[in-house]
């Protein structure tokens, strides 16, 4: 014999699962479609459109990721503010070498002045 629940219980135990459907694009979850799923503050069960993940800009010669330019989508990039992009950081050469470069200069000229 099965141990009795009580109502609550039993209320919780046999109630559906609440299904949710796609409000944009298609209904396949693919890498371009992707969500998660929230709860309103009205209790619902909702999806939330979430934005891919961005790959922060490397060096082209040693491959190591560059400080100061932010992980963003070339089409957001080019509506940032100049000091947003880093944009002035890099004129010609490798990118991780002038950044190496420009830190040795300044710690250089740090040791100077203390």
């Known amino acids: 014999c099965a141990p009795l629940r009580s ?7 046999t109630k559906m ?10 209904s396949y979850n693919t890498k371009s479609n992707g969500v ?25 010669d040693c491959g190591n990721k560059l400080i100061g330019i ?7 990039m080019r509506t940032l503010k ?3 992009s880093g944009a002035g950081i890099y004129k010609n050469g490798s990118a991780s ?9 300044h710690q250089e000229q740090w040791r100077k002045d203390h």
């Open 70 to 76: 932010p992980a963003v989508a070339p089409k957001v």
């Open 82 to 84: 100049k000091r947003r």
């Open 97 to 105: 070498h002038l950044q190496k470069e420009a830190f040795l200069q």
């Open 7 to 13: 109502a609550a219980a039993a209320q919780e135990y």
């Open 17 to 26: 699962v609440q299904r949710l459907t796609y409000k944009r694009r298609h």
């Open 36 to 60: 998660k799923i929230i709860k309103t503050p009205g209790g619902k069960l909702t999806f939330q459109y979430t934005e891919k993940k961005r790959q922060i800009p490397k060096c082209g």
